[in-house]
T-cell receptor, first 114, second 113 residues
């Protein structure tokens, strides 16, 4: 199973700034997910994305968050106005090409909000 | 009650030991059960994936699911120092062809030479 790649590996931003986290490249996959992991805590589901639409989102995924697939390959997570508590590892995951339930995670982006 | 409970450890064992890692859960609708390995500040790496109850073996790893007890286990035989990591259990219900994973807190394992 090919790996999911994410950029950047580490993003430092000021509170209130917008950040865009990317999964690249993605091809021939239908199901995508974003998760986050605050340091020392469990991995938490944020949003699932299927056929270019959000299929489910958690209560964490409020109006400050958005996802899109702007060019058919990159899959992005945008946080419009970052807060200190958004500091975490953000993982992109994809379901297997056959649409099964195995999910394969990328290496993550470490977001630090100052 | 948390949906998925997992003892955070740490668990320290000597090289060559058999390691047993466990999770319990409360949602009887869970159908898919996974174990991930995570090294510090890295992404979770899928180790084992099982559907419903039963056992699955892959090399030194064996996953067990007991849905009647809402209990899953991962056994590592002949543990190696390279197995030192955090082990995450995860489970899900598939709805409409997609699913979200619910994770346990992770158990930190240290295998010492």
């Amino acid at each position: 199973e090919p790996e999911v790649t994410q950029t950047p590996s580490h993003q430092v931003t000021q509170m209130g700034q917008e950040v865009i986290l990317r999964c690249v490249p993605i091809s021939n996959h239908l199901y995508f997910y974003w998760y986050r992991q605050i340091l020392g805590q469990k991995v938490e589901f944020l949003v699932s994305f299927y056929n270019n639409e959000i299929s489910e989102k958690s209560e964490i995924f409020d109006d400050q968050f958005s996802v899109e697939r702007p060019d058919g390959s990159n899959f992005t997570l945008k946080i419009r106005s970052t807060k200190l508590e958004d500091s975490a590892m953000y993982f992109c995951a994809k379901a297997s090409a056959q649409g099964g339930s195995e999910q394969f995670f990328g290496p993550g982006t470490r977001l630090t909000v100052l | 009650q948390k949906e998925v409970e997992q003892d955070p450890g740490p668990l320290s064992v000597p090289e060559g030991a058999i390691v047993s890692l466990n999770c319990t859960y409360s949602n009887s609708a869970f159908q898919y059960f996974m174990w991930y390995r995570q090294y510090s500040r890295k992404g979770p790496e899928l180790l084992m994936y099982t559907y419903s109850s039963g056992n699955k073996e892959d090399g030194r790893f064996t996953a067990q699911v007991d849905k009647s007890s809402k209990y899953i286990s991962l056994f590592i035989r002949d543990s190696q120092p390279s197995d030192s990591a955090t082990y995450l259990c995860a489970m899900s219900v598939v709805s409409g062809g997609y699913n979200k994973l619910i994770f346990g807190a992770g158990t930190r394992l240290a295998v010492h030479p």
